[in-house]
C-alpha cells in the first residue's frame, strides 16, 4: 500500500498544482493530508476544496481548526473568502489516526494542538521521547513545514509543508509504503521535494488585498526563510507557524 502524506497547503495554489502533477505521476493508493488547508496565502478556498476532493483522509491542524473557530480577528480574511459551509467542515475534522502498517503501530497528527506546542526533529532527545507513546512505533506529523526523520525508541518523522516550506522552498510530502495489518514487513519512509512557481505564488499574494503579512508569506515562499520578524505582531493563545 502507497500513501502520499501531505500536509500545510496554506493558500499556496501553485504549489498544490505541482503537487497534483507529481500525484499523478506516483499513483499512490490513497492521499492522507496532515492539516492546516488553510492560513497564510491568499487562496485558501481553492487549496480547502483541492483538498476534500483528491484526499481520502483529512486531520484537522491549528489553522484549520482556528479559521474555522473564529479564534482569531485578524483572520477574517479568510473565513470571509471559506465560507460558512467550509468553516464549520474545518471545526469537524478529526484531530489523529492510528494505522497498523507492516506490524507497525503508527499515529498520524498535524502537530499542534494535539501536541502542547512546536516541535522539531532536531530538538534535543529528551523533549521528544514523550511523544512516542507506549506501544508506539512511529509518529508522523508536521506542522513546523521542515522534513525530517528521527529515530529514538521508535521513529517520528515530518513531512514538512506543500504551500509553505521551510529551509527548501519547494513543494515538501513523503511516500508511506507498507502492508496493511500486523505481519511484520518492510515500511518505506521516502521524502519527496518538488520545485514549482514560487514567483506565481507571490504574485498571487499581492494581487490579494487584505492579505494578513502577505510580505512574510511572500519572503517565506519565495526564500524558505521563516519572517517571524515580519509578521503583525498580535495576541494569540499559541504561536502559528
Not at 495554489?13 to 491568499?42: F, H, N
Not at 475534522?93 to 502537530?111: A, C, N, Q
Not at 490579494?208 to 524558505?224: F, N
Request: glycine content about 10%; charged content about 25%; overall charge neutral.
Amino acid at each position: 500500500m502507497k500513501i502520499a502524506l501531505i500536509a500545510d497547503l496554506h493558500g499556496n495554489l501553485p504549489a498544490v498544482k505541482a503537487l497534483e502533477a507529481d500525484l499523478q505521476r506516483q499513483r499512490p493508493d490513497q492521499v492522507w493530508c496532515l492539516g492546516d488547508l488553510v492560513g497564510k496565502g491568499p487562496s485558501s478556498d481553492q487549496t480547502f476544496d483541492w483538498a476534500m476532493a483528491r484526499c481520502d483522509l483529512i486531520l484537522g491542524g491549528n489553522w484549520d481548526y482556528g479559521v474555522g473557530h473564529r479564534e482569531y480577528a485578524r483572520d477574517a480574511f479568510y473565513r470571509q473568502q471559506l465560507g460558512e459551509a467550509r468553516l464549520q467542515a474545518l471545526t469537524r475534522l478529526p484531530r489523529e489516526k492510528l494505522v497498523t502498517l507492516s506490524g507497525r503501530l503508527i499515529r498520524l497528527v498535524h502537530g499542534r494542538p494535539v501536541m502542547d506546542r512546536l516541535y522539531y526533529i532536531q530538538q534535543p532527545r529528551e523533549e521528544l521521547e514523550h511523544l512516542l507513546e507506549p506501544g508506539l512505533d512511529m509518529l508522523i506529523f508536521a506542522d513546523s513545514h521542515r522534513q525530517g526523520l528521527r529515530t529514538l525508541h521508535g521513529q517520528i518523522v515530518n513531512i514538512g509543508s506543500v504551500g509553505n516550506a521551510l529551509g527548501l522552498p519547494l513543494v515538501q510530502y513523503a511516500l508511506l509504503v507498507g502492508q496493511p495489518g500486523e505481519e511484520p514487513a518492510p515500511l518505506e519512509v521516502r521524502m519527496l521535494t518538488l520545485p514549482y512557481d514560487n514567483q506565481a505564488a507571490a504574485q498571487d499574494a499581492r494581487e490579494a488585498p487584505g492579505l494578513p503579512d502577505a510580505q512574510a508569506y511572500i519572503h517565506e515562499v519565495l526564500t524558505g526563510e521563516y519572517a517571524g520578524k515580519m509578521r503583525v505582531q498580535s495576541q494569540r493563545r499559541s504561536p502559528r507557524t
